[in-house]
C-alpha cells in the first residue's frame, strides 16, 4: 500500500520537486520514498511505500526493470501474485527474480504481457503508473471497482497525476480553479462522481479504466474500459445459478478465497468488525482460516440510537477473535472534524467519515492491515432503500403523468405542521417519522418520469444544487448516461448497479481509503474481490431477497459459522448524530462557516436559501442536517484551499 505520484513536462522535471510532491501523501507510504527521472529528464516518478509484502529493500520503488527501458511505481496489493509469477516463470524461464514483491511481479507482467492483457490477469486492488520506454507512453490505471484512487490532469503545459489531489496542488503550475459543475454534483450527492473534481482540468481516472499518456503529456487519450460492469452483470443475468444449494456452497468457497488471499501480509492483520452481516461474514472467514484469535475493531457511541458495538462484542465472543472497542463521546468524535478537509482532500461529506477514522486509529495501534466488509449491499440486495424504492415506484408509474406535477405541488405546499399532526393519530405501524421533512422529497420523487430519474432523486440531497451554486451548470453522470440502457434489469438490480457504478467507488470506498490512508493502515475488502462480483450477478434478484430480506444468499454463509438468533436486528447503519450536534456542540463553528457576508464574499453559493435552511434547522421547524453539512464540508474545504 503506497502513494503515487508524477508528472511530465516539456522542460527538464526536478526529482526533489517529486520527491516534495510525494511528502504531501507520506502518510500513505511512511516507510520508504523514491523518485525517478526518464532518460530525456522530462518525466519524473514519485512514490511512497506502506510496507506491507516483502519488507526488504528489493521492494523498492519506483522499480525500474533490469534492461532500463520500463518503470513502474504501484498503489494497492495484488491478490493473485504468486500465481501470476509462476506463470511468469512458466512462460518466460529466463525471468531473474529480485526479491518476492508484487510489484515486482507487476512490472515483469506489464512488460512480458503488456497493460490489457496484465489488467484482465490482476486480482487486486491498485492504481499504477507505467512507462514504456520502448513505446514512449505513460499508462495510469485504475483497479475494476474502484478501491484505490488516481487523479490526473494537465496544468499549464504539465501533465499531472496522484494518488491524492494535494500532491498535484503541491505542482507549482497546477491551477486551483474550482469546477462550478463539479460542485453542483457534490450538493447533490455529497460526493464528486467520477471522472469529475473539485477542480478545472483535473479528472478521477474512472474504475476498470485506463489512459496512455505521449508526447510528454500533450496527448492524454480517452479513458479505456477494460472490465465493463454493467456488460459482466447483464452476462449474469443471462447464466444464472437457480439450485440454492449450489450457489450456497460456491458463494461460501469464493469468499473463504478472497478473504484467504487477503490474510496473506508480512506485518499484523486485524478486521473491522461492526456486528453486521458483511463485517461479521468477513471475520468468521478470517478466523475459521487462522490459527490464532483474529484481532477485530468496533468503534461504540455512548448515545444508544447509534450504537452498534454490543452486537459486535456478542459477535467477538462467539468467534472467540481477540477484539477492542473503543466507546466515544462528542468530545472525540468533534476532534476529528478539524481534520477532514486535510483527510478528503477534495469535498466529501458522508458523515460517517467521523467514525471511519478513527475506528481505523483504533485498529493502527495494533495491526497494518485491516479487512472491511464493504460491497455487500450492492452485491446481495442489503439496503433498504432497494426495497422502499422499488414499491414507492411501484405506485408512482401507475400515477398518469399528466397528474405528477400536480401532486408534487400539492406535496410541496402541504404545511409540514399539519402533516406531523395528522401522523400522531394514523396506526403506529404505519407512521412516517418526520413526515413534515419529506413532503419535499416525496415530490421529487412523483414527479420523474423514468425509474432511473426517479432513482437519482431518491439519493439525492437536492435535485436542485445547480441553482444553489452560482455559475453552475449540469454534469453527465452515470444516472444520465445509462438511462435507457438497463432494460434488462428489473428495478432492483438497476438500483445495484448504479450503486456499484457511483455509490460504492465513490463514497464508501472513497471514505475507507482516506480514513485508512490517513493513519497508515492498509485497508483491503474482501467482498470486492471480483470473482464475487461476477458470480453475484449470477444470482437471481428472487434469490437474494428471499423472505422478503436482502443478503439471503449471504446470510446462509454466514449462519455456518454465526447462530442466526445472534444476528436477526435491524440494520443501523455507521452513523453520526449530525443533527445534534449541529443544533449543539458545533453551531459556532457552523454559523461561522455560514456567515451570509462570508457567503457572498466567496461566491459560491446563493446565501439566501443556506441561511433559511440553516435558521430552519436551529428553529427545530425542519431538518436540514444532510444538506448543511455538505455546505458546511464543502466550506471547511474552502478554508483549507
Same mark, same amino acid.
Given at each position: ?395 408512482? *408509474?401507475? %400515477?398518469?403523468?399528466?397528474? !405528477?406535477?400536480? #401532486? &408534487?405541488?400539492?406535496?410541496? /405546499?402541504?404545511? =409540514? ?113 471480483? *470473482?464475487? %462480483?461476477?458470480?453475484?450477478? !449470477?444470482?437471481? #434478484? &428472487?434469490?437474494?431477497?428471499? /423472505?422478503?430480506? =436482502? ?91
Amino acid at each position: 500500500m503506497c502513494g503515487i505520484v508524477g508528472y511530465w513536462s516539456h522542460g527538464l522535471a526536478d526529482k526533489n520537486l517529486a520527491l516534495n510532491m510525494a511528502s504531501k501523501i507520506a502518510s500513505r507510504g511512511p516507510d520508504d520514498s523514491g523518485a525517478w527521472l526518464g532518460d530525456d529528464g522530462s518525466l519524473a516518478l514519485a512514490h511512497r511505500r506502506l510496507a506491507i509484502i516483502d519488507l526488504s529493500p528489493t521492494g523498492h520503488q519506483p522499480m525500474v526493470s533490469e534492461c532500463g527501458m520500463y518503470s513502474l511505481v504501484y498503489n494497492g496489493e495484488i491478490y493473485n501474485h504468486e500465481d501470476l509469477r509462476s506463470e511468469l516463470e512458466s512462460a518466460f524461464v529466463s525471468i531473474q527474480w529480485r526479491g518476492r514483491s508484487d510489484t515486482e511481479v507487476l512490472l515483469i507482467a506489464l512488460q512480458c504481457w503488456g497493460v490489457e492483457q496484465t489488467l484482465a490477469k490482476l486480482n487486486g486492488m491498485f492504481a499504477f503508473a507505467f512507462w514504456d520506454g520502448k513505446q514512449k507512453a505513460l499508462f495510469l490505471a485504475r483497479d475494476r471497482i474502484g478501491e484505490k484512487p488516481l487523479y490526473f490532469g494537465r496544468h499549464n503545459d504539465v501533465f499531472l497525476f496522484g494518488s491524492e489531489l494535494k500532491v498535484l496542488t503541491a505542482h507549482p503550475k497546477f491551477s486551483r480553479d474550482i469546477d462550478r459543475d463539479s460542485l453542483a454534483l457534490f450538493m447533490r450527492h455529497n460526493y464528486i462522481p467520477a471522472p469529475y473534481s473539485i477542480y478545472l482540468n483535473t479528472h478521477k481516472l474512472m474504475p476498470s479504466h485506463y489512459i496512455v499518456v505521449t508526447g510528454s503529456g500533450r496527448n492524454i487519450s480517452e479513458q479505456h474500459c477494460y472490465w465493463d460492469l454493467k456488460d459482466l452483470a447483464e452476462q449474469g443475468l443471462k447464466n444464472q445459478i437457480i439450485d440454492e444449494s449450489s450457489a450456497i456452497e460456491q458463494l461460501d468457497g469464493l469468499l473463504k478465497d478472497s478473504v484467504k488471499r487477503r490474510m496473506v501480509a508480512d506485518v499484523p492483520l486485524g478486521a473491522f468488525l461492526s456486528g453486521g452481516y458483511d463485517s461479521t461474514t468477513v471475520a468468521a472467514l478470517m478466523q475459521v482460516q487462522s490459527v490464532k484469535p483474529v484481532k477485530t475493531f468496533s468503534i461504540g457511541f455512548k448515545e444508544d440510537a447509534f450504537n452498534e458495538a454490543r452486537y459486535a462484542k456478542q459477535v467477538a465472543s462467539h468467534l472467540g477473535t481477540d477484539h477492542t472497542e473503543l466507546y466515544i463521546g462528542h468530545q472525540q468524535a468533534l476532534d476529528v472534524i478539524p481534520k477532514l478537509p486535510e483527510i478528503y482532500d477534495e469535498p466529501f461529506s458522508d458523515a460517517s467519515q467521523v467514525p471511519t477514522f478513527l475506528v481505523s486509529q483504533l485498529a493502527k495501534q495494533h495491526v497494518t492491515v485491516a479487512l472491511s466488509g464493504d460491497g455487500g449491499d450492492e452485491l446481495f440486495c442489503g439496503y433498504s432503500r432497494y426495497f422502499i424504492q422499488k414499491n414507492t415506484w411501484r405506485f408512482v *408509474r401507475n %400515477v398518469p403523468i399528466s397528474m !405528477r406535477p400536480l #401532486i &408534487a405541488f400539492f406535496l410541496n /405546499n402541504f404545511p =409540514g405542521s399539519v402533516a406531523d399532526e395528522l401522523m400522531k393519530i394514523v396506526p403506529k405501524k404505519y407512521r412516517i417519522s418526520n413526515v413534515s421533512d419529506r413532503l419535499p422529497k416525496l415530490a421529487e420523487w412523483v414527479n420523474n418520469k423514468s425509474f432511473e430519474q426517479f432513482y437519482r432523486h431518491s439519493v439525492s440531497h437536492s435535485k436542485a444544487s445547480d441553482q444553489i451554486i452560482l455559475n453552475a451548470g449540469a454534469c453527465t453522470t452515470k444516472f444520465e448516461s445509462l438511462a435507457g440502457h438497463l432494460s434488462v434489469f428489473n428495478d432492483q438490480e438497476k438500483m445495484m448497479l448504479l450503486d456499484s457504478l457511483t455509490y460504492l467507488p465513490c463514497d464508501i470506498l472513497t471514505k475507507v481509503d482516506r480514513a485508512s490512508m490517513a493513519v497508515s493502515l492498509e485497508a483491503r475488502v474482501p467482498l470486492l474481490d471480483h *470473482r464475487l %462480483v461476477e458470480f453475484a450477478w !449470477r444470482l437471481p #434478484i &428472487a434469490m437474494k431477497t428471499m /423472505n422478503r430480506q =436482502g443478503k439471503w444468499p449471504l446470510r446462509q454463509v454466514l449462519y455456518k459459522y454465526v447462530p442466526k438468533e445472534i444476528m436477526e436486528r435491524p440494520k443501523q447503519g455507521f452513523s453520526v448524530p449530525i443533527e445534534d450536534w449541529l443544533t449543539g456542540p458545533l453551531r459556532g463553528w457552523a454559523e461561522e462557516l455560514l456567515d451570509e457576508r462570508k457567503l457572498h464574499e466567496e461566491g459560491f453559493f446563493d446565501p439566501a436559501p443556506i441561511r433559511e435552511m440553516w435558521s430552519e434547522h436551529i428553529l427545530g421547524k425542519r431538518r436540514w442536517h444532510y444538506y448543511l453539512w455538505n455546505v458546511l464540508m464543502f466550506q471547511a474545504w474552502l478554508r483549507n484551499h
